[in-house]
């Protein structure tokens, strides 16, 4: 069983900066896919972002491209996303989900764990 736990989220004003981190005890995460997904209140669960296992292949949605990076330390079972020029349509719950295939994934179903997320406030 692979257990995830997500920090970083908080309250920031437009325009800020956040890094959310993902982090495992699991011994093979290394070899996993991991994403990003969001949910706003009253929205289905929406993919963000992935990262293959060797790190060497990202996929971001369009409304967070060039604002959000996806990056993993793999000897610290950690990936990260820096959110830059945050926006108030940022607002969500992230949560980040390992893939044990270590393939490109964008969609929720595809991901076999779940971390149980961590509110992303964006204030405008």
């Known amino acids: 069983q692979v257990q995830l736990v997500e920090s970083g989220g908080g309250l920031v004003q437009a325009g800020g900066s956040l890094r959310l981190s993902c982090a495992t005890s699991?011994?093979?995460?290394?070899?996993?896919?991991v994403g990003w997904f969001r949910q706003a209140p009253g929205k289905e669960r929406e993919f963000v972002a992935t990262?293959?296992?060797?790190?060497?292949?990202?996929v971001y949605i369009n409304a967070v491209k060039g604002r959000f990076t996806i990056s993993r330390d793999n000897a610290k079972n950690t990936v990260y996303l820096q959110m830059n020029s945050l926006k108030p349509e940022d607002t969500a719950v992230y949560y980040c989900?390992?893939?044990?295939?270590?393939?490109?994934?964008?969609?929720?179903?595809?991901?076999?764990?779940w971390g149980q997320g961590t509110q992303v406030t964006v204030s405008s």
């Open positions: 989900a390992a893939e044990v295939r270590g393939v490109r994934a964008t969609m929720a179903h595809q991901y076999d764990y």
């Open positions: 699991g011994r093979t995460f290394r070899t996993y896919a």
């Open positions: 990262i293959t296992w060797g790190g060497g292949n990202t």
